[in-house]
């Protein structure tokens, strides 16, 4: 049996190490505050389910260890202005930006970059935190400790938000799941719906962006590129170098689910084009109490992450993957009334697009 390590132990490793038991693929996940002396062996691989990660016993261990899978990779994305460097430098379409340097005030940026500019801290942010909108009418200001800190970016008005969660092996072959359209609400995810046959005339652009990205890294995995969709076009919003909370979908609803996808890669293990059943969505469970009647809901697959519930917390996610427009009505119907009222307009949305 091999041995994978995962730098973080959070509900995406919780997800590897389920994805992994089939193959028999040891999947250790490592809680960055870790004590323990690792018994790492020179043939293991190591991977991440976080961009970055604080200098610890644990983390020291792991990223020092030669089998790290990407190692390179993680500090180039997990900065912002890294990140959006090498995508204007793969000349690839992106919210126009600047870095907020020392000195540099409000009106400055919106002059650069409009009325209104979203201030994003270069690393650390998650879920819409570690973000600060600056409006030219409200002659907002730059937040305290911000410079050098935080780009800044141009409002997009864009349609909607799709992603995609592709792989690459250590061959270079790249593969993809058919893109992801996105509910977000305040910054965070809350539903994700695929595949759509109106959004496969995007599909070959998405995979040509992300394919160039992955090879300019010379990565090996699964990465995901959240993008705006504005007319017929894809603006890139930003990048993770791991399975992705858009991606949970593939869990129900392809042969090879993301995770399955990020180990076999990071194993040395044949990769493929997933084959994609059916039309899938999933809803984010974000601080919500467990309510076990969400089992009794057809086609329900629930991944309850057993954390502490806590308001605008990521606990857990509801799949499924359903055969017709009359399953899908018929679940949202039964799912509506176990959700909280926010839910809704999620669920309004979903059926908006499938039933
Ligand atoms: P994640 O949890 O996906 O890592 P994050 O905190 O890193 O999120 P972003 O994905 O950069 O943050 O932004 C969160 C959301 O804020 C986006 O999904 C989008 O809805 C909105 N947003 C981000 N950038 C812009 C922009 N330039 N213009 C308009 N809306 C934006
Ligand atoms: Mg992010
Ligand atoms: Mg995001």
Not at 71 to 84: C, E, V, Y
Not at 89 to 109: I, N
Not at 110 to 115: C, D, K, V, W
Not at 117 to 132: A, E, I, N, P
């Amino acid at each position: 049996m091999s041995r994978i390590w995962v730098l973080g132990a959070g509900q995406l490793g919780q997800m590897l190490v389920h994805a992994g038991m089939p193959l028999d693929l040891q999947v250790c996940p490592v809680d960055i505050e870790s004590q323990d002396t690792l018994p790492l062996q020179p043939h293991e691989q190591v991977t991440a389910e976080r961009e970055q990660w604080p200098d610890t016993p644990a983390t020291r261990q792991l990223a020092s260890h030669p089998g790290f899978v990407n190692l390179g990779t993680f500090p180039t994305l997990a900065d912002r202005f890294s990140q959006k460097s090498l995508i204007d430098k793969l000349g690839l379409a992106t919210a126009p930006w600047r870095l907020v340097e020392d000195e540099m005030d409000a009106a400055e940026l919106h002059q650069a970059l409009g009325e209104r500019v979203l201030l994003k801290r270069r690393s650390g942010g998650y879920d819409g935190r570690g973000q600060h909108w600056l409006k030219a009418a409200e002659q907002s200001a730059v937040p305290e400790g911000w410079h050098d800190h935080c780009i800044a970016e141009q409002a997009i008005n864009f349609d909607e938000e799709v992603s995609l969660v592709g792989m690459r092996g250590d061959d270079g072959r790249c593969f993809f799941y058919p893109l992801t359209l996105n509910l977000h609400v305040n910054g965070i995810l809350l539903a994700s719906v695929a595949p759509l046959a109106r959004l496969s005339p995007l599909q070959a652009e998405a995979e040509q962006m992300l394919g160039k990205l992955m090879d300019s890294l010379d990565y090996v995995g699964v990465m995901a590129m959240e993008c705006f969709r504005v007319g017929d076009h894809l603006l890139i919003n930003e990048l993770a170098p791991r399975v992705h909370n858009s991606g949970h979908w593939t869990q129900a609803g392809a042969n090879v689910s993301q995770f399955e996808s990020h180990l076999r890669a990071v194993a040395g293990l044949p990769l493929v084009a997933p084959a994609v059943k059916n039309t899938c969505f999933m809803v984010n469970l974000v601080g919500v109490e467990r309510d076990n009647a969400w089992l009794s809901v057809p086609g329900a697959e629930l991944y309850w992450y057993g954390k502490e519930v806590r308001p605008g917390r990521k606990v857990g996610h509801i799949n499924f993957c359903l055969g017709t427009a009359a399953e899908i009505k018929q679940a949202l119907a039964q799912l509506d009334p176990l959700l909280p009222d926010n839910y809704g307009e999620v669920l309004a949305w979903i059926g908006n697009e499938l039933a």
